[in-house]
């Protein structure tokens, strides 16, 4: 079971009296996120899903100096704290350096998250932590430093770059147990006092959040090579993410062109120039976190980038909490001819009302096609050879040359479809264009919604709410708009939860 403390009242006391009297009035504070304080504008809370005006006056200059002189000191990175608290503020300034805005974001220890990868922690493996902002990737590894410090009693030592980890000021939020933590003066510093730890304070273990630079990595692998446990975190979504990363792909071993022999690509059904493994990961284990009862396991970073390399889909195992805190796993094997299966339930779903479609890439990624599979959710698997194919994507200059396998795709009557380059962006648009080609899809009238409201949007300049729609749908409706530049926000609370199509670039 998780067990959750926020110190909330420690954040509401710095805000100004009639906006902590507004936020201590709410009903649901268990789920705030944070306070926004700009000048000339009323103060806002953002709850999920949610955003509450919590007073009709403006904020003042006096209300935003009032907060700044109740909190610790502002570092280079514009964040601040408050003293053995978890909570972060970060500020906004003008060209002349004056603080005009604070985002107060409420900070929360959560015990019990690790129960989800407790026994990948128990095995001396080095992880990674990969997921979109938010999710929880610094609170898991709060909790992971904790157990490795006080239930396995090993040397954990923090580098903490922001104080997220650990909390402001000298003393530690006891969130980190016995595991000793490190401040690092300045971001751009973090590489270095990485290393530090490792050479003055002999850890077993070190604690790393955001892994973002190039030295960094260089430093994480300098770590490892000493035979030290790490477990990080780092900029990306998935592990194709930091595989087509130049500055993080290190983390997973690098990436190198190599040129075969003749023979060799022959043998092997490739082309002579082909991607490799450069060197043996920083990190053994790869963890993609959906939520903290939600997290998808590649448990051997090293055979899957090889796979990946190879053009092959690795599904990763699949793990979820239930209610009363027992842990499902889930295990999707992927086959050479593209098909899936699991052995315990589970997978996300596919779209609903369309039948899985049987793709054969000529001269496409395999790899850069399953990944645009996965973020559409498109029902589709990759085939190896043309006979098992009902559809055939392709490259312009090959559709162009039309070598003989495209001639036969023709004459059988399997569509082609062309894209321009061979990227993620194109190869989701030609998944896209194939829902929408598809007759009584319940998902091509929300689509085509998005593109009417996109186009009033390009001429009007006024943004343009759509249909309410499930969250699969949304999804599909943000990635539209995306590909136009333009943004997009999911507004309202379910069932009536819609997207709004905006103008211009967000601000």
Do not use: W
Not at 108 to 126: H, M, N, P
Not at 184 to 209: C, F, G, K, W, Y
Request: aromatic share 4%; hydrophobic share 40%.
């Amino acid at each position: 079971m998780l067990r959750i403390t926020d110190d909330l009242d420690a954040i509401i006391n710095v805000l100004p009296l009639r906006v902590a009297d507004a936020v201590r009035n709410r009903p649901n504070n268990f789920e705030l996120l944070e306070i926004v304080l700009d000048l000339g504008r009323r103060p806002e809370a953002r709850y999920p899903g949610e955003e509450v005006i919590l007073s009709d006056h403006e904020v003042t200059q006096d209300d935003i100096d009032a907060v700044v002189s109740r909190i610790g000191e502002f570092t280079s990175d514009n964040r601040a704290g408050i003293e053995r608290t978890l909570h972060r503020i970060s500020c906004i300034r003008n060209r002349k350096r004056r603080i005009v805005g604070l985002t107060c974001r409420v900070g929360r220890a959560v015990f019990g998250t690790i129960r989800i990868i407790e026994d990948l922690v128990r095995e001396d493996k080095s992880i990674l932590l990969l997921g979109r902002p938010g999710v929880g990737k610094t609170t898991m590894l709060r909790e992971v430093a904790r157990f490795l410090a006080d239930e396995l009693n090993k040397r954990v030592v923090i580098v903490d770059t922001s104080n997220e980890i650990a909390g402001d000021g000298d003393i530690p939020h006891p969130g980190i147990g016995s595991a000793r933590r490190m401040q690092v003066p300045a971001p751009e510093l973090q590489h270095q006092v990485m290393i530090e730890a490792v050479e003055n304070h002999m850890p077993e273990v070190i604690i790393i959040d955001e892994i973002g630079t190039d030295l960094e990595a260089a430093a994480a692998r300098t770590i490892a090579e000493r035979g030290v446990q790490l477990v990080a975190t780092a900029h990306g979504n998935t592990l194709e993410n930091l595989i087509m990363n130049p500055t993080l792909s290190d983390l997973v071993g690098g990436i190198q062109s190599v040129t075969l022999s003749d023979e060799e690509a022959r043998r092997r059904g490739t082309q002579k120039a082909i991607l490799e493994r450069r060197a043996p990961p920083t990190f053994d284990v790869l963890v993609e976190i959906q939520s903290f009862s939600q997290v998808s396991v590649h448990g051997n970073v090293a055979e899957v980038v090889d796979a990946i390399l190879r053009g092959y889909d690795v599904p990763p195992e699949q793990r979820e909490l239930d209610a009363e805190g027992n842990m499902r796993q889930a295990q999707i094997r992927g086959r050479r001819d593209g098909q899936r299966e699991s052995e315990a339930g589970g997978g996300e779903p596919s779209a609903p009302s369309l039948r899985e479609r049987r793709i054969y890439p000529f001269g496409v990624s395999r790899q850069r096609l399953s990944q645009a599979i996965r973020e559409t959710r498109f029902p589709a698997r990759i085939v190896d050879h043309l006979d098992d194919a009902d559809v055939v994507i392709t490259l312009r200059p090959y559709y162009r040359r039309k070598p003989q396998t495209l001639h036969d795709a023709e004459a059988r009557g399997v569509p082609v479809y062309v894209v321009k380059s061979n990227t993620v962006i194109q190869l989701e648009q030609s998944l896209l264009t194939m829902r929408t080609e598809k007759a009584g899809d319940p998902v091509v009238s929300a689509l085509k919604e998005a593109e009417d409201a996109i186009g009033q949007v390009m001429n009007a300049e006024n943004a343009v709410d759509l249909a309410p729609q499930n969250a699969y749908v949304r999804r599909l409706q943000h990635m539209l708009a995306q590909r136009y530049n333009l943004p997009s926000r999911s507004m309202g609370k379910e069932p009536n939860r819609h997207v709004r199509i905006l103008p211009g670039e967000p601000e």
